[in-house]
């Protein structure tokens, strides 16, 4: 029987990288103990990686490359016997980078299903979709030791879906289609965390939790008559297809929190980016959940193609009369195998090499760093724009280690900065 240590990398560049569970990996866990593997997951210091495991898998994103590598080179030194497999966001968009780093195999897309692939016949490079249908095994980790709350409850996170229908020009997927979970399937898992873990508050970590409006109705029944609160992520214009009455189903089965994506209060660089809504839309789906009882915190990034002080004054304009409760801000990372990326010419966007040491949104309060910049803001003029709109609109929420762990903009599992998604 083979044993597999699989490490989460430390996320210096996060408010609090000890937030979530990394979920992906405890898929990944779940189907190899199935497999008959001895399995550890490591979620912790490089120096106190443990020592005796035939392989080891590293799932990264892409501000963790630079950690990936230190990570490695620590294995390399202590078990050179052993295999060192990474996979997550940064690998499956560039596999070259991690072979060049000298890792014996890339797993790209669901490590669920590569890894025991290459623990078994000793792939190099492996693509493989998988939507089979397992939930993480979290008895693999100390679920008490990631700290979250939900106005005031401690929480934890939960993946009903994967992937996501829409073709934002900044957003990096990761999977290639989009897996919608059975309701069914995914009350056994919050019955799960309720009944063996004692909570009564969910982060659903979702692309866009609501997106099956028959699904979510049977999920929300089920759970209205357990006295939970949970939070998830949403778009406006889904809010507003499906109107106030299911705002108010959500509120009822204890919803207490929506996130959405903004991006930007311009419709000019809404239309740029391919957000596929507009500020009516964004308003109108804001006054819906707030109807309804539902605070709704935007996110919203800096530095997008075309950015100007003419869409700075009308993102201004939108945060003065949208209704967000709150917001948060980042500055526009350009990552591989995005829109925007790999049609660079085609936009009013510019970087020289980026540096995978500071390739994150967030960063460290009072040390942000731009990497790009227009025709009409340098990267000076970015980060104050940014701390601009901070300074006025930021209401330092209690949930904020939330978004110090969240990508470029909002929270889907795509490569932006900190996922946890379902691969090695």
């Not at 497999?85 to 980078?97: F, L, R």
């Not at 873990?197 to 609501?210: E, L, N, P, S, T």
């Not at 609160?229 to 299911?246: H, L, Q, S, T, Y």
């Not at 340098?378 to 930021?394: M, Y």
Request: proline share 5%.
């Amino acid at each position: 029987m083979k044993s597999v240590c699989l490490i989460s990398p430390s996320s210096p560049f996060l408010i609090d990288d000890k937030v979530f569970p990394p979920l992906g990996l405890l898929y990944v866990g779940k189907e190899l103990k199935n497999r008959g593997y001895d399995v550890k997951v490591h979620d912790g210091a490089t120096k106190e990686i443990p020592s005796g495991y035939d392989i080891y898998g590293v799932s990264i994103t892409t501000p963790q490359f630079p950690q990936s590598v230190e990570i490695l080179r620590h294995i390399r030194q202590n078990e050179p016997k052993s295999k060192v497999v990474v996979g997550g966001p940064h690998a499956t968009v560039d596999p070259d980078s991690c072979l060049n780093a000298g890792f014996d195999s890339v797993v790209m897309q669901a490590g669920e299903a590569s890894l025991p692939l290459v623990a078994e016949h000793g792939c190099r490079v492996i693509d493989t979709p998988f939507f089979g249908d397992i939930h993480p095994d979290r008895s693999l980790i100390d679920i008490k030791s990631y700290k979250y709350e939900i106005d005031g409850r401690p929480a934890t996170s939960v993946m009903t879906t994967r992937g996501c229908p829409y073709q934002c020009g900044f957003c990096c997927k990761i999977n290639k289609k989009v897996k919608v979970y059975s309701a069914d399937f995914v009350l056994d898992e919050l019955k799960e965390l309720k009944d063996k873990y004692g909570y009564k508050a969910f982060m659903f970590f979702d692309d866009i939790f609501i997106v099956d409006r028959n699904r979510l109705y049977v999920i929300l029944d089920e759970i209205k008559k357990w006295d939970v609160i949970w939070r998830g992520f949403v778009r406006a214009d889904i809010v507003v297809k499906n109107g106030p009455e299911v705002a108010k189903r959500m509120f009822d089965s204890g919803c207490r929190e929506v996130g959405m994506g903004i991006e930007s209060g311009s419709d000019k660089i809404l239309t740029t980016i391919n957000k596929g809504e507009n500020t009516e839309t964004l308003k109108k789906g804001i006054e819906i959940l707030r109807n309804a009882g539902i605070r709704v915190k935007g996110f919203l990034i800096v530095g997008l193609p075309g950015e100007s002080l003419e869409t700075i004054a009308a993102t201004q304009h939108f945060l003065r009369t949208s209704g967000l409760n709150d917001m948060d801000f980042s500055l526009f990372t350009p990552y591989k195998k995005t829109n925007i990326y790999d049609n660079k010419d085609k936009f009013d966007i510019h970087w020289d090499q980026l540096d995978l040491n500071h390739l994150f949104y967030k960063g460290t309060p009072g040390q942000y760093e731009s990497q790009v910049w227009t025709s009409s803001l340098s990267r000076e003029d970015l980060v104050a724009a940014r701390d601009l709109l901070e300074r006025e609109f930021k209401h330092w929420g209690k949930n904020d280690k939330d978004s110090g762990s969240r990508r470029n903009g909002h929270g889907s599992p795509c490569n932006r900065a900190g996922s946890t998604q379902a691969v090695a």
